[in-house]
């Protein structure tokens, strides 16, 4: 797990990409431990209000910053509907305005912190260097397949000048390849899409049915969209097979039951 490592604060532990740290970016990406959510027990949920008390997540949240060191900020969120959908967040007054459908989020001012939530998905946060824009994606396999990534760092180029090359990236935790089955209709769409499909593919199945990796997928997308191979920070953390630190929808079978949000955030002081 080079360029990462894990933080402790109190019952808080959270993982951060040293590289954008040391360029002055606040990011983190958070755990399931030091909560009070009951999934089933001390859970730092940051979201899915619908199947946890309310205050719980305040509370979880309000402890999640104050790790950060950061609990004045804004923290801009996104109603997430698994889109390549863009929002530019133009100052702090922007940052407390309701969130918006959409599942990427920009910002080049101080003093605010865009977050996504994932269970599972591919949390992706992108700092530039040159100009101090930043970015958080969430890229499930239907942001991917459309592209979230690369329309994320378009938008940067068109709003703040951003030049790929002085862009870095961090991948957090999400689904391996190694468990995250899909459809034959899903890996029928990444090939029609993309040239380099079938390197994204394993074990595929006489039923048309595989393996998807999504990190790959991002990370050909990062590249492709001119960022540096040095510059693309993976944990390579799995979800499911970490499910003793991270919520795993597919695991935890949220369409079920409760399951907890973790959180990628990024922002900067300066």
Known sequence: MTNFSFRQCG????????????????NAFSTRLGGISPLPADALSLGNFSQDERANIVENRRRFLAALEIDN???????????????SVVDTEDAH????????LTANAAGILLAIQTADCMPV??????????????????????????RTIERMQQQYGSRP???????????????FEVGAEVLDAFRDKYSYAEE???????????????????????????LRADRIYDCGLCTWTRNDLF????????AEKPVGRLMGVIGREL
């Open 200 to 226: 994204l593919f394993s074990n595929t199945q006489p039923n048309g049915k595989g393996h998807i990796n999504l990190n790959l997928a991002n990370i050909r997308q990062l590249a492709d969209s001119g």
């Open 247 to 254: 919520f795993s929808y597919r695991l935890e079978r949220g």
């Open 11 to 26: 019952g808080i532990r959270i993982l951060v990409c040293e590289p954008l740290e040391r360029l002055g970016f606040k």
């Open 97 to 104: 305005s309701e969130p918006q459908p959409g599942d990427a």
């Open 125 to 150: 946060l992108i700092a530039d260097e040159r100009t101090r824009a930043f970015a958080a994606i969430h890229a499930g396999w239907r942001g991917t397949l459309a592209g979230i990534v690369a």
């Open 165 to 179: 090359e002085y862009l870095h990236a961090a991948l957090g935790p999400a689904i391996c390849a190694e468990v």
């Open 73 to 87: 900020w804004p923290m801009v969120t996104a109603k997430q509907i698994h889109s390549a959908d863009v929002r």
